[in-house]
């Protein structure tokens, strides 16, 4: 995250492991619902250096910026407990400019018919009640898809603690307007 530029959303920063990432001169709104981080994330951003800050409350569901404003959206760890994905993912469409990209790193569901998908499926109606709306079991790459962003660099990858994984990371952009059918 280090080359990003200009208008930086971040979607749930929680309480800011991200901010030691990005660069010092970055616009960076921050969309963190639950207020109490809120205090984390400006002390975090004043100790990484970061004094273009703006922190608001609302949703991914529900972003509360202008249409094609922002160069690149962010989220890590957020699209398992957002309410409804698909509107999410739509509305970090419409605020993205022509071109703009959403950077991301997510645990999706672990493949049908695997012990891990079965762990996950089991687990997921308590799991998502202890740990705030949290879906083990979210076949998120299914819904970036069909919301007809064009991938530039996407790859999955595991971790050893098998609920939380895989992962997927990467970035998709915006599709200029002429490729938009
Ligand atoms: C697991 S934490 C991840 C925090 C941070 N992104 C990180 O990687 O350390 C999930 C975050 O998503 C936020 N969140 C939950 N639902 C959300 C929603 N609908 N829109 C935006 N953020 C949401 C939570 O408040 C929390 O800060």
Redesign the pocket.
């Known amino acids: 995250m280090g080359n990003l530029q200009h208008q930086v959303l971040e979607?749930?920063?929680?309480?800011g492991?991200?901010l030691a990432y990005y660069p010092k001169d970055i616009h960076w709104i921050g969309?963190?619902?639950?207020p109490f981080?809120h205090p984390y994330l400006e002390r975090e951003a004043q100790q990484r250096g970061l004094s273009n800050i703006q922190l608001l409350q609302g949703?991914?569901?529900d972003l509360p910026v202008e249409d094609e404003s922002i160069d690149t959206v962010v989220s890590?760890?957020?699209l398992c407990?957002?309410?409804d994905l698909y509107r999410?993912l739509q509305e970090i469409k419409r605020i993205l400019k022509p071109e703009g990209s959403f950077v991301f790193i997510e645990h999706v569901a672990g493949e049908c018919g695997t012990w891990r998908r079965r762990v996950q499926d089991g687990i997921e109606p308590v799991w998502k009640n202890l740990f705030?709306?949290?879906h083990p079991n979210r076949e998120t790459w299914k819904m970036l898809e069909q919301v007809e962003l064009e991938v530039v660099n996407y790859y999955q990858f595991k971790l050893a603690f098998p609920v939380v994984s895989p992962h997927i990371a990467g970035r998709i952009r915006k599709k200029p307007l002429e490729m938009v059918q």
């Open positions: 979607i749930g920063p929680g309480a492991a991200s969309i963190e619902p639950n981080m949703t991914a569901e890590t760890h957020v407990s957002v309410r999410s705030d709306n949290c």
